[in-house]
């Protein structure tokens, strides 16, 4: 069966540092691969898709950044963060090439930048 | 905006009572899928409706779709606790590309009290 997994779970980190975030698949081979934010309460905006590995498109301009290094591997980063990228960012994949596009997600990582 | 936008905002019931909620789209659809969201957790893919299709079950939910007025309800018959959460339509649209990219609405939170 297919898992998806996300870390950290939670982090507080200050204004300007970096940041990096991990999502990894298993059990699944190819595929399509997307970033999510969520604020407060608020529906889901795409950030970043993936259908390859150094295949990533971006939804909105924003100080982050993704890329994919493996197959299955998907990393959201930035250089310096701001207060505005605080929320609940979410991993998600769906089967490549499938008739309908479920999506699965991953647990989520809380951030919170001070 | 090709997003859909669920109604009501929040809704609060009693256990045993049913709860529906609503999706509306703007544009036609391949399929509308329901996802389901425990606070601070990942969302959790409920149910697919393809666009002609007009009803489906799946255990105590129950998803009608008419495209002829671009909506959708969701029915939880005989609610539990448990089924507290924000669920979620999601649409595949049209002429949308093999990325797979849903659109998501602003949730319906939905409290079902003991």
């Known amino acids: 069966s297919q898992t998806i997994h996300q870390w950290p779970a939670t982090l507080v980190q200050p204004v300007g540092s970096p940041l990096s975030l991990e999502c990894t698949v298993e059990?699944?081979?190819?595929?399509?691969l997307y970033w999510y934010r969520q604020a407060a309460g608020r529906g889901l905006q795409l950030l970043f898709y993936?259908?390859?590995?150094?295949?990533i498109s971006s939804e909105v301009p924003q100080n982050l950044s993704a890329s994919r290094p493996q197959d299955r591997q998907f990393i959201l980063s930035s250089k310096k963060l701001l207060l505005s990228d605080s929320g609940f960012y979410l991993c998600?994949?769906?089967?490549?090439?499938?008739?309908?596009?479920?999506?699965?997600f991953g647990p989520g990582t809380r951030l919170t930048v001070t | 905006s090709q997003q859909g936008e669920e109604d009501p905002q929040a809704l609060s019931i009693q256990e045993g009572e049913n709860a529906t909620m609503n999706c509306s789209y703007k544009?036609?659809?391949?399929?509308l899928q329901w996802y389901r969201q425990n606070s601070g957790r990942g969302l959790v893919h409920l149910i697919l409706?393809?666009?002609?299709?007009r009803e489906k079950h799946s255990g105590r939910l129950r998803v009608t779709l008419d495209t002829s007025k671009k909506s959708s309800s969701l029915l939880i018959t005989a609610s539990r606790a448990a089924d507290t959460a924000s669920y979620f339509c999601?649409?595949?649209?049209?002429?949308?590309?093999?990325?797979?990219?849903?659109?998501f609405g602003r949730g319906t939170q939905l409290t079902v009290w003991p």
């Open positions: 544009t036609s659809i391949n399929n």
């Open positions: 059990g699944t081979s190819n595929p399509n």
């Open positions: 409706i393809r666009s002609n299709e």
């Open positions: 993936s259908i390859g590995i150094d295949q």
């Open positions: 999601a649409t595949d649209p049209v002429g949308g590309s093999t990325l797979g990219r849903l659109y």
């Open positions: 998600a994949w769906s089967q490549r090439g499938g008739i309908s596009y479920e999506q699965y």
